[in-house]
């Protein structure tokens, strides 16, 4: 079993910074990749980044590319999403996932709410 805690969620105008930190805990060993996804009202769950743990590899979705950026830390076993520029349409629910390939499942978080407005 692998848990996730989100965090960092927060209220922030147009064109602000936030910096959302997930920090994985039990069979930690048996995570292969670390992703972030996001579900805006109405809308379904979709892919923002992804953080290879072996390699330090980095995948994004066109819509954040250029201005969030994932990072990991093996030595807290945690990822971390920083988001710059933020728009209205990066208001959502944002979710940590950890996926053992060996397991062939995914674990998720809860989430942590994120809202751009002014």
């Known amino acids: 079993q692998v848990q996730l805690v989100e965090s960092g969620g927060d209220l922030v105008q147009p064109g602000g910074s936030l910096r959302l930190s997930c920090v994985a805990s039990?069979?930690?060993?048996?995570?292969?990749?670390m992703s972030w996804y996001r579900q805006a009202p109405g809308k379904q769950r979709e892919f923002v980044a992804s953080w290879l743990t072996s390699g330090d590899k980095a995948l994004y979705a066109d819509s954040v590319k250029g201005r969030f950026t994932i990072s990991g830390d093996n030595t807290k076993n945690a990822i971390y999403l920083q988001m710059n520029s933020l728009k209205s349409e990066d208001t959502a629910v944002y979710y940590c996932?950890?996926?053992?390939?060996?397991?062939?499942?995914?674990?998720w978080g809860r989430g942590t709410q994120v809202t751009v407005s002014s």
């Open positions: 996932k950890a996926e053992d390939w060996t397991e062939a499942y995914d674990y």
């Open positions: 039990g069979k930690i060993l048996s995570i292969n990749v």
